[in-house]
């Protein structure tokens, strides 16, 4: 399974890419996740990126398509993937295109995670508190939420032109979230042989 994670900043998309990757059995890919920890080993890209994301701005394409490519080159992603926080502008989606064409990995499906945006500012409110990530702060928030309306939400319709998108309801319990996600992807468990 190849499938792609959109919505919004604080709409789940990690917390169910994490519930999915055990029943889908495929890496989940993060790019935030990544960036974060190229900040905290304090690698070049990682010197570049943190005032970029503790701005709530995003981080250049080239960087971002490098290190995919390479994520994507590792063992484990040749069973499938989660993309999880890419592609985050038409041109991502462009690049992403190509690439997984050129290594025959079409996505299978792209699942966005629809929360109305009272309901993000609240979820990051609670995450920042919890985890004090600095872009989770109300003012970079509202930034966030319009690097996507201006950015990322064209994505969206990108794969809506190309028929792999499915847009479900991303309020809810965790599992009436995963269960929304699993019947879009009309995903049913392997059958147990023998
Ligand atoms: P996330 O955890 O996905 O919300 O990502 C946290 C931050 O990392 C974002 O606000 C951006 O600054 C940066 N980031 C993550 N993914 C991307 C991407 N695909 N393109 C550019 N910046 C990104």
């Not at 994490?18 to 690698?43: N, W, Y």
């Not at 629809?114 to 995450?127: A, F, H, K, M």
């Not at 939420?145 to 990108?158: G, I, S």
């Not at 995903?187 to 042989?193: F, G, S």
Request: glycine share 8%.
């Amino acid at each position: 399974m190849r499938l792609v994670l959109l919505g919004p900043p604080g709409s789940g998309k990690g917390t169910q890419a994490a519930r999915l990757k055990v029943e889908l059995g495929v890496p989940h890919i993060s790019t935030g996740d990544m960036l974060r920890a190229a900040v905290a080993a304090g690698t070049p890209i990682g010197l570049k990126a943190k005032a970029v994301m503790d701005a709530g701005q995003l981080v250049s394409d080239d960087i971002l398509l490098a290190m995919l490519e390479e994520r994507l080159a590792q063992d484990d992603a040749r069973k499938g993937f989660i993309l999880d926080g890419y592609p985050r502008n038409l041109a991502q989606a462009d690049a992403l295109e190509h690439l997984l064409a050129k290594i025959g990995q079409p996505l299978d499906a792209v699942v966005k995670l629809d929360v109305p945006n009272q309901v993000i500012i609240g979820r990051c409110e609670i995450r920042f508190k919890a985890e004090h990530r600095k872009d989770d702060d109300p003012e970079v928030v509202r930034d966030r939420l319009k690097v996507y309306a201006d950015q990322t939400a064209p994505v969206a319709e990108f794969f809506a032109r190309r028929g792999k998108l499915q847009v479900i309801d991303g309020v809810g319990t965790l599992d009436e979230v995963t269960e929304r996600v699993k019947h879009a992807l009309n995903w049913q468990p392997a059958a147990v042989n023998g």
